[in-house]
Every structure is written in structure tokens, then in C-alpha cells.
């Protein structure tokens, strides 16, 4: 790191090959100025220029993209945990932004269900108890929207991000029957590119690679690999995790086209690649939405050995 943020400050802040760079107490405040001013690109976009300028990379050049897998900074929790999260999150924010209102509506039973984070170990393991406890739990969510949506004075609540969240989770998760929430069956859900895995990052999903299941995101990196030029990053793409290959290929193609990084020609072999000009060197990644999700299981293992 220290040799990288050297190299970038002789590069952008004209600084002496010797000058140590940025000190490690201001990096991380550094970092946030960039995405604050949305010039986290900024640094990324120069040194390409100077590649292009010096011909490290040539327009026409052979570049392939490959994706690994980024972790959310929330838990990897299963759809009771979720719900009962939500609800939870829901009503700390309405605490702070409407605490008098909060305090005579929520009933004395919600303090306790709600006063601590839920945990797994502490659900009921029978299964007819989790179903009667997340059901409850629903119902209580649908009574707090309920008074938010039918109580004019209330109106700007519905607004506010913790709400539209439980919201959201809630048609999701649960179906209403006669007036009563039900908690859906796994193949009555959204598929896992657009289910909800945590409050506290909506833009999170499950993903999949092989056997490697995570909750977060994917990261497409995209370097030159002509064989007389060194291997260069030249696009970073970050998706979904639930999303394909396929689909954030014409994404990549038009950042790459944007850059002046002009496409190969290639023979009929795929729709995609006909009309945007990409040889394909592997079979793209098919759609999975369909696939089902990991036991929490399988994501806690994957997890507890660093993944």
C-alpha cells in the first residue's frame, strides 16, 4: 500500500518519488472525501489516461473480465431473523424521529419482543412456535403501517427509509388471508437478485459462485491481456450478488466503449456478442433467479472459514 499511494502521488500530486505519500491516519478520511464528491473514479480514470497515452494499453486490445465475490458488513441471517430485524430497526428509527407518538401507540409487549437484537439461539426451535412467532411479529408490523398510513398527522412517516423498509420486507415475506398475515412457503418468495437480506442493507443479496455462498455483492474486473503489453485493470463493476455475468456484461461493454477501448470483431455465435462485439473465451453465466437460497447453515460455514 504505502509503495501504491507513493506511486499515485507522484502521479496526481506531482510529489517526489521518495515523498512517503499519505499517512495511514488520514487514508481512510481521504477515502471518504472521494466518495462524498463522487470522484472516487477520479485517480482510476487518470493513470488510465497516462496507460492509453503510453501505449500500455491499446484501443482494439484484448481485455477479460472476471468477478469475486464481496461481503455485506451486516449478518448472514435467515428470513425469521430478517423479519424480526426489521420490525426491530422500524421501530428504533420511529423512536428517534417520533418517540411521544411511539411511546402511547406501541404496546407493552413490544418492549420486550423487540428491546434486544433478535438472535437465532434465542427462537423457538419447533417449527409450528417459529411460524406463530414470525406471524406475530407480522402482525405487529402491519398494525405500526396501519397507523402510519391511516392517521393524516402520521402521513410523513411513511417516508422515512426504516419504513418503507418493513414495508418492502413484509410484501415480501408475508401474504395477508382473511386480514391475517401468513409467513410465505421458500417457493412463494422473491428470487434471491431481489429478496431483502437485511435492514440494514437493502442492496445485499445472496450470491453464488460453485459451492461459495455469501450475502453482499460482486465485483467485475476487467484487465488488458495482450500478450506484449502488461496485465492491466482497466474497469471495475460492482453488482448485486445474485446478478449473472450475462447481466452486467453490457454494462461493462459500454463503460469499456466510453473509455475508447474499441471491441473486437466477432463471428456469429451469440446474440449478446453479435451486437455488441465481444469474442467470448467461456460460456456466460446463465440467469439463476430461479435457484433457491442457502440454509443459514451454509452461509454461517462459508462465513466462519473467512469467505
Same mark, same amino acid.
Given at each position: 500500500?504505502?509503495?501504491? %499511494?507513493?506511486? #499515485?502521488?507522484?502521479?496526481?500530486?506531482?510529489?517526489?518519488?521518495?515523498?512517503?505519500?499519505?499517512?495511514?491516519?488520514?487514508?481512510? $478520511?481521504?477515502?471518504?472525501?472521494? &466518495?462524498?464528491?463522487?470522484?472516487?473514479?477520479?485517480?482510476?480514470?487518470?493513470? %488510465?489516461? *497516462?496507460?492509453?497515452?503510453?501505449?500500455?494499453?491499446? =484501443?482494439?486490445?484484448?481485455? /477479460?473480465?472476471?468477478?469475486?465475490?464481496?461481503?455485506?458488513?451486516?449478518?448472514?441471517?435467515?428470513?425469521?431473523?430478517?423479519?424480526?430485524?426489521?420490525?426491530?430497526?422500524?421501530?428504533?428509527?420511529?423512536?428517534?424521529?417520533?418517540?411521544?407518538?411511539?411511546?402511547?401507540?406501541?404496546?407493552d409487549e413490544w418492549y420486550e419482543r423487540y428491546a434486544h437484537r433478535v438472535e437465532?439461539?434465542?427462537?423457538? +426451535?419447533?417449527?409450528?412456535?417459529?411460524?406463530?412467532?414470525?406471524?406475530?411479529?407480522?402482525?405487529?408490523?402491519?398494525?405500526?403501517?396501519?397507523?402510519?398510513?391511516?392517521?393524516?398527522? %402520521?402521513?410523513?412517516?411513511?417516508?422515512?427509509?426504516?419504513?418503507?423498509?418493513? /414495508?418492502?420486507?413484509?410484501?415480501?415475506?408475508?401474504?395477508?388471508?382473511?386480514? +391475517?398475515?401468513?409467513?410465505?412457503?421458500?417457493?412463494? #418468495?422473491?428470487?434471491?437478485? +431481489?429478496?431483502?437480506?437485511?435492514?440494514?442493507? &437493502?442492496?445485499?443479496?445472496?450470491?453464488? +459462485?460453485?459451492?461459495?455462498?455469501?450475502?453482499?455483492?460482486?465485483?467485475?474486473?476487467?484487465?488488458? *491481456?495482450?500478450?506484449?503489453?502488461?496485465?492491466?485493470?482497466? !474497469?471495475? $463493476?460492482?453488482?448485486?450478488?445474485?446478478?449473472?455475468?450475462?447481466?452486467?456484461?453490457?454494462? &461493462?461493454?459500454? =463503460?469499456?466503449?466510453?473509455?475508447?477501448?474499441?471491441? !473486437?470483431?466477432?463471428?456469429?455465435? !451469440?446474440?449478446?456478442?453479435?451486437?455488441?462485439? #465481444?469474442?467470448?473465451?467461456?460460456?456466460?453465466?446463465?440467469?439463476?433467479?430461479?435457484?433457491?437460497?442457502?440454509?443459514?447453515?451454509?452461509? =454461517?460455514?462459508?462465513?466462519?472459514?473467512?469467505?
Amino acid at each position: 500500500m504505502p509503495y501504491a %499511494l507513493v506511486w #499515485i502521488g507522484s502521479m496526481r500530486l506531482r510529489l517526489a518519488l521518495e515523498d512517503r505519500g499519505f499517512d495511514f491516519s488520514v487514508l481512510c $478520511e481521504f477515502r471518504s472525501r472521494l &466518495i462524498e464528491g463522487n470522484a472516487e473514479h477520479l485517480l482510476f480514470e487518470t493513470m %488510465l489516461t *497516462c496507460f492509453k497515452q503510453r501505449g500500455l494499453i491499446k =484501443a482494439g486490445g484484448r481485455q /477479460r473480465t472476471d468477478a469475486t465475490h464481496v461481503l455485506a458488513a451486516v449478518r448472514a441471517i435467515n428470513r425469521v431473523v430478517c423479519v424480526g430485524e426489521t420490525m426491530r430497526a422500524a421501530l428504533n428509527t420511529l423512536a428517534e424521529v417520533a418517540p411521544e407518538w411511539l411511546s402511547s401507540f406501541a404496546p407493552d409487549e413490544w418492549y420486550e419482543r423487540y428491546a434486544h437484537r433478535v438472535e437465532e439461539y434465542r427462537l423457538p +426451535k419447533e417449527q409450528a412456535k417459529r411460524t406463530a412467532l414470525v406471524e406475530t411479529i407480522g402482525a405487529d408490523g402491519y398494525a405500526l403501517l396501519d397507523a402510519i398510513d391511516t392517521t393524516p398527522d %402520521l402521513n410523513w412517516l411513511q417516508h422515512v427509509p426504516a419504513v418503507e423498509i418493513l /414495508r418492502r420486507v413484509w410484501v415480501q415475506q408475508f401474504e395477508l388471508i382473511e386480514g +391475517k398475515p401468513h409467513f410465505r412457503a421458500n417457493d412463494n #418468495i422473491p428470487p434471491p437478485p +431481489k429478496m431483502i437480506c437485511s435492514p440494514y442493507d &437493502i442492496e445485499a443479496t445472496y450470491g453464488r +459462485k460453485l459451492t461459495m455462498w455469501w450475502v453482499g455483492y460482486k465485483v467485475h474486473l476487467t484487465e488488458s *491481456c495482450d500478450e506484449d503489453s502488461p496485465r492491466l485493470i482497466t !474497469h471495475v $463493476e460492482t453488482s448485486r450478488a445474485g446478478n449473472g455475468e450475462v447481466d452486467v456484461t453490457p454494462v &461493462i461493454h459500454q =463503460a469499456r466503449t466510453g473509455k475508447g477501448f474499441a471491441a !473486437h470483431r466477432a463471428p456469429d455465435r !451469440h446474440q449478446l456478442c453479435r451486437s455488441q462485439a #465481444i469474442r467470448p473465451k467461456s460460456p456466460a453465466v446463465r440467469d439463476r433467479s430461479d435457484r433457491t437460497y442457502p440454509s443459514r447453515s451454509q452461509v =454461517a460455514s462459508q462465513r466462519s472459514t473467512g469467505l
